[in-house]
Structure formats: C-alpha cells, structure tokens
C-alpha cells in the first residue's frame, strides 16, 4: 500500500493508505479529524468542505493521491477555543448556526473566500457559500457573519 505525505492543519501528516481512498474517510477514520462531516457522498452538500490550498475543496470525493504534498486545511486548523479564527467568533457573535452538521464545511468555505478575497461583497460571499446546503435555514446570518469576519480581520 502506498503512502501519502500532506499537511494537515500546518503538521506533515504520512498515511499508508489505498491512494484512490476518500480524503473524507482517511480524515475521521484514521486521523480522528471529525470537524468535516459526511453528507451527500457526492460532493454536493459542502459538509465535508476542507481547503486544500485557497480552495474549498469536497473531501467524501476527493482520492488521497490528489492531497499528496498539498496543504489541507480541516475547521480544527482555522483556530483553537483559546484563539478562535475571527470566522468562528463573527458565527458564535451572529447565532449564525443551528444544528452545526454543516457549520464546519461553511466555515472553511467561508475561510476559503477570505484568503482569496479578503473584503468580499455580500453577493460574493452568497457565491462562495453556494455550494454548501444548510437546512436549518440560517443563511443569511452566516452572510452577514462573514462579511463581519472580514470587517475584524481588514481592522487587525
């Protein structure tokens, strides 16, 4: 079996595993990362959202051999209880949560915006989140929760 070496979180992660196995599985499986979440299985939903690089990226489809050497980034890498990243406190600050099933994948999606773009508009920040379903319906505090992510973070 093969290993594949990547970063996970900013530490070098080596994993002997099948190198057409879902990022998803090896995650909480093997590395106890539960942050990402199955959904859908078919890249759909945005629960299993990580970043690899600057991107969201769906994780319950993406094969190990595609992160080899990359940088992957789950929502336990954005911040710690002691230093949340200013996406975590802007969603706690906002209420813009319910369940949290999908909260994780949104964050590094949102995160994901943010270094990309780190002064959005609203209507890039509705496309950025497109691609990650919430039923509990709380869309648009998590809109404006990022908008005022980006605000803190432009002020630091």
């Not at 813009?96 to 002064?119: D, E, T």
Request: overall charge neutral; hydrophobic content about 40%; charged content about 20%.
């Amino acid at each position: 079996m093969p290993t594949i070496q990547f970063r996970l979180n900013g530490a070098t992660v080596v994993v002997e595993t099948d190198s057409d196995q879902a990022l998803l599985d090896v995650l909480r499986g093997r590395l106890g990362v539960t942050g990402p979440h199955f959904g859908c299985g078919a890249g759909e939903c945005g629960a299993c959202h990580v970043m690899v690089g600057d991107r969201a990226m769906t994780s319950c489809d993406m094969p190990m051999w595609s992160v080899a050497d990359k940088d992957v980034v789950t929502v336990e890498g954005l911040g710690t209880v002691e230093q949340p990243h200013p996406l975590q406190r802007a969603f706690i600050a906002g209420q813009a949560m319910q369940c949290g099933y999908c909260v994780a994948g949104i964050l590094v999606s949102a995160a994901a915006l943010l270094k990309r773009n780190p002064s959005p508009t609203e209507a890039e920040v509705r496309s950025a989140l497109d691609r990650n379903l919430c039923r509990c319906g709380s869309h648009n505090r998590m809109v404006r929760a990022v908008l005022r992510a980006a605000a803190e973070m432009a002020a630091s």
